[in-house]
């Protein structure tokens, strides 16, 4: 699927329960038609991950997921020997009395022993439908593994030693997100678009909880993001992102509310702020100056 305009594309997306405004339509826009990696950086919880979602049910094409964390490696993101396969393998050989043979050592090399991973399968897959390859959280990995990104992303070949080298027929789109616990660096930026994913207008925030739980209460979706864009105002250590807000308005529909009330706050604060210290700090203020706050604001 290829995108006339911006607008189908917003469209598009909006058809698939993602609210977008022009701006973040046209970076992606511009990364599918350019071909080049999205970098999203934004608090988490603000929607970076789901755009990579969306994308792949929209275009029908494959999700390759690559979670980020500290220590990643080669055997994590590329590929790794299936060494228990191989040394089967081997036994079998030895068995046939051919295991020193110059075509069993290559035998037991061979792509079939490959355990691949989300890189190598995104090169693969290409050949058939481009994947949407997400790397996600990029900010937790290391510096190591951005600077062999960049290679990545320029070539997208992998060389393996015992193969040869493996080359992307189609590359794929990559959407990078980051949530800024450390700057990403200036060469990776680069190489991608960027777009800053903020926390949503009170408007946008009630058509995100209208497309993705459209069997709320219109009265109590406008008041839970009434009170959650209340809440980003106040001075929490970590403020509620929209995955907050649509859990809270979920966890309310399951218990068949049609509005809020500071019961209900109370009881389900569990569902909009993950650290002790903010429900202490939300419950010292009073749930109900909250709820007024919130009203007037």
């Given at each position: 699927m290829t995108f006339e305009s911006i607008d189908a594309l917003q469209g598009e997306l909006a058809a698939n329960a993602y609210v977008a405004d022009r701006s973040l339509s046209?970076?992606?826009y511009l990364a599918l038609k350019l071909n080049k990696p999205l970098l999203l950086e934004g608090e988490a919880g603000v929607g970076k991950t789901e755009i990579a979602k969306t994308l792949s049910?929209?275009?029908?094409?494959?999700?390759?997921?690559l979670q980020c964390y500290e220590g990643l490696d080669v055997n994590n993101t590329i590929y790794e020997w299936n060494y228990a396969r191989q040394m089967l393998q081997i036994r079998l050989l030895e068995a046939q009395g051919v295991a020193q043979s110059e075509s069993a050592v290559k035998e037991i090399f061979g792509p079939e022993f490959l355990?691949?991973?989300?890189l190598l399968q995104a090169i693969e897959a290409s050949a058939e439908k481009p994947p949407i390859l997400l790397i996600d959280e990029i900010d937790r990995a290391d510096e190591e593994f951005e600077a062999f990104l960049l290679e990545l992303l320029s070539d997208w070949q992998i060389s393996i030693p015992e193969i040869g080298t493996l080359r992307a027929e189609q590359p794929p789109t990559v959407i990078i997100t980051s949530n800024r616990t450390r700057e990403v660096h200036d060469a990776l930026k680069r190489r991608c678009l960027f777009y800053w994913v903020d926390y949503p207008t009170l408007d946008k925030e009630l058509l995100i909880v209208r497309a993705r739980i459209p069997e709320a209460d219109a009265t109590l979706a406008k008041q839970v993001v009434m009170v959650v864009q209340e809440l980003r105002r106040m001075d929490l250590y970590k403020l509620p992102g929209v995955a907050e807000t649509l859990d809270w308005v979920a966890a309310l529909v399951a218990l068949d509310q049609r509005?809020?009330?500071p019961l209900v706050v109370e009881d389900t604060l569990g569902a909009i702020l993950k650290y002790q210290d903010d429900v202490a700090q939300v419950r010292g203020q009073g749930v109900t100056e909250l709820l007024r706050r919130a009203s007037a604001g």
């Open positions: 046209t970076a992606i049910r929209m275009l029908d094409r494959p999700l390759i997921r355990i691949k991973r989300p509005a809020l009330s």
